[in-house]
């Protein structure tokens, strides 16, 4: 979000407490009987950017059972067991609430062996509020080891502990800004702890751990695992700007070319004079037009490797070496959230198919300890941005990404405030104020509506119910039946301009009580249903009546240009009624205000009202610098680049992914009609796309369709076992035959209309 956030850190805060009492969802992730110590160095560290290491040897009768470490640190912890590296990156930012911490069940069966082992822990501990972590105040780790369900180690005065002395709790300026509690990366490899990781490494000299206190005690408070899988590491991998190695550099600045924007750690081999100082960042290191993080490497005298442990993101690294210095090798390692690129999308059209192809790409640099609206600038859970995120990995990416929604849901709503509002992002430790427009659209249909009817993950929905009723409670009608606008913390839309704030916050209300009235109704809530049904009905009718203008809507003292995202909310909330449709198409046909966040919206109106030719143009019209540009892999927070876009103009922010999910949804026409795909349509909107192939990664397994729009009309599809698909054929074709069997249909709104169950199908139309 644009550098003014910083001004309202100065501002009164919004979020005095929580009151957990309303939704204690987490509870079922906490291990209660911790008997291990939280420990630390008896020296003296530095307040932020602190770098511990830990060590401890111990004994293991191992047979097959399963050995688990349960370790809870803050921030960040690296770990070996016997030299070998088990964890690159453990640790979540801190804290499912705003008291307490995560902790990690590691299964380290395979990294043990009989007889004397050794583990060994790095541990960074942040020491700075951000956006995105709450910071305990105090570095500190928490380790049990179990075999059998039985303990056979803890954290305790008998583990040796030191400040890693190479690392360099300051750099100069620039620091990083300061939504990002990550600090600049500096290591002097002339203090160095050479093989420190190591079984054999005498560490006789280091002191003896300090204990902090034992079990669940504070600032660390109650301990809730880890709720989503641990990072995947694809490994050290060579630039794609092949060079050759070994050569001395002359002191230029090195670009190396990264395969597409990515989550990486740098890495050099070199062979230097001691005292020289290089430094690494990528293209993105002020993304967003805020400095971001970089790192640093004072070198050893003679041959060395290093590679610097905190991710940064970008299309290019850049290494600054000191004339002189010979290279002998540089890489770079990706790493991530573990899911696969299970969704496919592909048409006739290749804009579409580069359209759908970055957005997943966007997506997925966008996702790690949280959803994130950018991973240069902030890195941050606003919720906005996740709702599109979440349905975008729906049809991206496998099911193991659902976990990251789910995560975020639990945080946004333990994070209540004892007045009932909520906010994001959170974690945060330096922000609480509440986007009224955007919380509306994490409770609602598009938030936690569409992750039940995706997973059918009723538990979930049981949790976060009573605390999304009581939000919804805070806001209050008129006398004339529109609901009053809640300014909260910053009311603030969209960007761009022409924003109609009352017809945006209305429409978004009828958002979420439609989504919360389906949460009643899947929850038994009869009373609750009744209430709402009679609410939205009464509200609708006032909506209408207020807002309707002839031919479009507009608040009563709004005087810009007409809003056309509040035109495409109204369409696509349900508040609008058929009638009204070809007023709305002429609108958005002119009007073209919203940024590539609500713009999704708009698009998604235009296939609903029927009008996807036009859908699909104004994509394109409205994507097309950004998909078309030859050099950046991702999609722009705004409409441009820079100063030509919108917040600080980041190019990687996933909100403008909204095309994937309408490309998979409905020009291949693949949706859920009931929690859990148990039943589902395809309902193919092609517009002027002539052929489509896509696979949607459901929760009940691959649904695959490959549709041919031309002379014929033919539609293969693969329908997963205990589901039923709905299908929908265009009402101008009279004959259907389906495995070349005539098939009986009957007639909905244009379309023939047929039902079929698991298997693979050949449909033809004529």
Known sequence: MKWFFLLFILLSISCKETNLSKSETFREHLKENWQASWITTQSSLPTKNAWVAFRKLFELKKDSSSVKLHLAVDSKYWLWINGELVIFEGGLKRGPTPNDTYYDEVDISEAL???????????WYFGKEGMTHKSSGKAGLIAEIY?????????????????HPAYISKSEDPQPNWRLPESNIVFDAQKELTDWIQPDFNDSDWLAAKVICDGICPPWNQLVKRPIPFWKDFGLKAYENQMSFPFVNKGDTIKCKLSYNAQVTPFLKIKAKAGEKITMFTDHYKG?????????????????????????????????????VEILELKYRESGYDTEFSGIFSCNDTFYN????????????????????????????????????????????????????????????????????????????????????QMLASVGYYGFWNYYLHTGDLETIKKVYEPVKHYLSLWKLKK????????????????????????????????????????????????????????????????????????????????????????????????????????????????????????????????????????????????????NHPEITTLWEGWGIGA??????????????????????????????????????????????????????????????????????????????????????????KEIRVNNAKMIHTKEEGYNVFEISAGVYEIKAN
């Open 288 to 324: 967003g037009s805020a400095y971001n993080m970089r790192a640093e490497y004072i070198t050893k005298e003679g041959e060395q490797t290093y590679e610097s442990f905190g991710w940064i993101n970008g299309e290019e690294m850049y290494y600054i070496i000191p004339d002189g």
């Open 644 to 733: 030509e876009g919108f917040g600080g103009g980041t190019t990687n922010h996933a909100w403008s992914g909204g095309g994937l999910t309408l490309l998979s949804q409905y020009a291949a026409g693949i949706a859920p009609t009931s929690p859990g795909y148990k039943t589902f349509q395809i309902k193919p909107q092609p517009g002027f796309l002539k052929n489509i192939k896509a696979t949607v990664p459901s929760i009940k397994g691959d649904i695959k369709v490959e549709l041919k729009n031309e002379e014929t009309y033919s539609l293969n599809v693969t329908i997963p076992k205990e589901t039923k698909a709905t299908i929908y054929i265009p009402s101008a074709y």
């Open 113 to 123: 062996k009989n007889g004397k082992n050794t583990i060994a822990i790095l541990v």
């Open 354 to 437: 580069r359209l759908w192809e970055k957005a997943k790409r966007t997506l997925y640099v966008t996702m790690r300890d949280n959803y994130m609206d950018c991973p240069d600038r902030e890195r941050a859970q606003w919720w906005g941005d996740v709702v599109l995120e979440s349905g975008e990995a729906f049809y991206a990416l496998d099911r193991k990404a659902d976990a990251l929604t789910k995560k975020g849901m639990l945080e946004l709503m333990n994070w209540q405030c004892s007045d009932s509002t909520i906010f994001s992002p959170v974690p945060a430790g330096n922000w609480d104020k509440e986007l009224p427009g």
């Open 480 to 627: 004339n039946n529109t609901i009053a606008i809640r300014k909260g913390g910053w009311t603030w839309g969209d960007w761009g301009q022409n924003k109609d704030v009352p017809l945006l916050m209305n429409t978004q209300y009828y958002l979420a009580l439609k989504g919360y009235k389906n949460m009643s109704e899947v929850l038994g809530n009869t009373k609750e249903v009744d209430s709402v049904t009679q609410l939205m009905k009464n509200f609708k009718i006032a909506f209408n009546t207020e807002f309707w203008k002839k031919d479009h809507y507009r608040s009563q003292d709004y005087l810009g240009k007409t809003d056309d995202r509040s035109q495409g909310l109204a369409v696509v909330s349900g508040i609008a009624d058929p009638d009204k449709y070809e007023a709305i198409y002429k609108i958005l046909q002119t009007e073209k205000h919203a940024s590539p966040y609500m713009e999704k919206y708009i698009l998604e109106a235009l296939y609903i009202m029927g009008y996807e030719d036009f859908a699909l143009q104004r994509m394109k019209e409205r994507f097309g610098n950004m998909v």
């Open 147 to 163: 075999q059998n369900d039985q303990q056979i180690l803890q954290s305790d005065n008998s583990w040796k502990v030191i400040p």
